[in-house]
């Protein structure tokens, strides 16, 4: 596995790039309890791509994905969305981007309990001072498979029903990238794919972006490419891989560490 000294693409060359990270560093504490959770760490995903990250427990995964979307500050080195250093965003400028360029989905839904399906759905675009357009709403909650929950809570839905909302929410302001960290984490396996469709499908048919961290092989091939994290750096990225390629890479990354 090769260690990459200049940004490394996760998918396709040639592309335009949705998100980027340039030498990427992170770090926790200081002294002798310093923790480097990223390591000058530089990879780009393309436009209108899918990409998986994946990596051991620790290795930097998450930290990268929070960087690059602007909800935690890298210590050094840049990220970019759509060719926009975050860094160079005021406070303001930067809470814009990420309601409005920027969908996030999580392991834990994060739905509101006393809200519905609905009231989740349209609560950032509300947060944003405008008026949800119901047209689009009842739109994508029948893309989503949820037109006959929207008046349901989170309680009475069950966990894939919930992750829909979630991702619901995510997408309803069509934004650039959805930055996706576990979503399928607390799934079955038949909810977790009916997500990763959805995921799929938000690239091929909206020209979104997708990066996903994810522990699971099936999960990551669905992916145009997976990105392989170790130590807080960049160790290989693989092009449209199986299961069973992804998993034996995952292996030999936890040999070689």
């Known amino acids: 596995m090769n260690q990459h000294s200049r940004p490394a693409d996760a998918a396709r060359p040639g592309a335009s790039y949705a998100v980027e990270a340039v030498d990427l560093v992170k770090t926790y504490g200081t002294g002798p309890a310093e923790v480097r959770a990223l390591d000058g760490l530089s ?3 393309p436009a209108r791509s899918f990409t998986a990250v994946m990596g051991p427990s620790g290795s930097g ?16 080195g840049s990220a970019l969305i759509g060719g926009v250093d975050l860094a160079t965003l005021g406070d303001d400028e930067l809470t814009r981007i990420r309601r409005e360029r920027i969908g996030f ?3 834990q839904y994060n739905l509101l309990p006393e809200l519905t399906a609905e009231e989740n759905i349209v609560l950032p675009v509300q947060l944003a001072g405008r008026r949800p357009e119901r047209g689009a709403v ?4 029948e893309r989503l498979g949820l037109s006959g929950r929207l008046g349901h809570r989170p309680a009475e839905m069950s966990g894939g029903q919930q992750q829909r909302v979630a991702l619901g929410r995510a997408l309803l302001t069509r934004p650039e990238v959805i930055f996706a960290d576990e979503p399928t984490g607390n ?9 990763l469709d959805l995921l799929r499908t938000s690239v091929r048919e909206l020209g979104q972006t997708v990066v ?4 699971d092989p099936v999960a990551a091939s669905y992916a145009d490419g997976v990105v392989l994290v170790a130590d807080g750096r960049l160790v290989d ?15 030999l990354l936890g040999e070689v560490r």
């Open 43 to 45: 990879v780009r995903f």
């Open 61 to 76: 995964k998450s930290t990268l994905l929070q960087c690059a979307a602007g909800l935690d500050t890298p210590t050094g």
């Open 105 to 107: 989905v999580f392991q």
């Open 138 to 141: 009842r739109e994508l909650a």
């Open 187 to 195: 799934l079955d396996t038949r909810s977790s794919g009916e997500i």
């Open 212 to 215: 996903m961290v994810t522990h």
């Open 237 to 251: 990225t693989l092009a449209k891989p199986d299961p069973a390629r992804i998993a034996e890479a995952m292996r």
